[in-house]
């Protein structure tokens, strides 16, 4: 059983979507502990076993968007760090890997949602630098916009 003070080690792939007009697309959720705490990320998530990052990442905007890429259309990572966060009264410590991945346009298919994050993912929206940079809500990583501005 986990206690409390106990963090879990956890590694991430996540994807910055751009389309044309160079807005990054982000998912609205919460954790289930504090559901009336929403916040904005990037698509992405945790490692299977035996992926790499870049893998981990191409799997994971495709089971949250519908869009399939091959893992080799990321490229290498235009960002990497480490964050810790409680998730359904558990801590975590992820290290992450940051990918740029770039499309016309797409309209986003939820099908592929696991159940958690159907139950705690209800929004999402494609952010141009300029909204992220005037918005009141908080997104992650929090140098988001940074992030952007050396991509873009």
Same mark, same amino acid.
């Given at each position: 059983?986990?206690?409390?003070?106990?963090?879990?080690?956890?590694?991430?792939?996540?994807?910055?979507?751009?389309?044309?007009?160079?807005?990054?697309?982000?998912?609205?959720?919460?954790?289930?502990?504090?559901?009336?705490?929403?916040?904005?990320?990037?698509?992405?998530?945790?490692?299977?076993?035996?992926?790499?990052?870049?893998?981990?990442?191409?799997?994971?905007?495709?089971?949250?968007?519908?869009?399939?890429?091959?893992? %080799?259309?990321?490229? /290498?990572?235009?960002?990497?760090?480490? =964050? +810790?966060?409680?998730?359904? $009264?558990? &801590? #975590?410590?992820?290290?992450?890997?940051?990918?740029?991945?770039?499309?016309?346009?797409?309209?986003?298919?939820?099908?592929?949602?696991?159940?958690?994050?159907? %139950?705690?993912?209800? /929004?999402?929206?494609?952010?141009?630098? =300029? +909204?992220?940079?005037?918005? $009141?809500? &908080? #997104?992650?990583?929090?140098?988001?916009?940074?992030?952007?501005?050396?991509?873009?």
């Amino acid at each position: 059983m986990t206690t409390p003070a106990e963090v879990r080690e956890r590694r991430a792939g996540r994807v910055l979507l751009l389309d044309a007009d160079d807005r990054v697309l982000l998912f609205r959720g919460c954790d289930p502990a504090v559901p009336d705490d929403k916040y904005w990320f990037t698509p992405g998530g945790g490692f299977d076993e035996g992926e790499e990052p870049r893998q981990a990442a191409a799997r994971e905007l495709f089971e949250e968007t519908g869009l399939r890429l091959p893992e %080799t259309e990321l490229g /290498e990572p235009v960002h990497e760090d480490i =964050t +810790e966060f409680s998730f359904d $009264g558990r &801590r #975590y410590r992820q290290r992450q890997w940051f990918y740029v991945a770039r499309v016309a346009s797409w309209e986003v298919d939820t099908a592929g949602f696991e159940p958690i994050e159907r %139950t705690t993912m209800d /929004e999402h929206h494609w952010w141009s630098l =300029t +909204e992220l940079e005037a918005t $009141g809500e &908080r #997104y992650y990583p929090a140098n988001l916009t940074r992030i952007l501005r050396e991509v873009l």
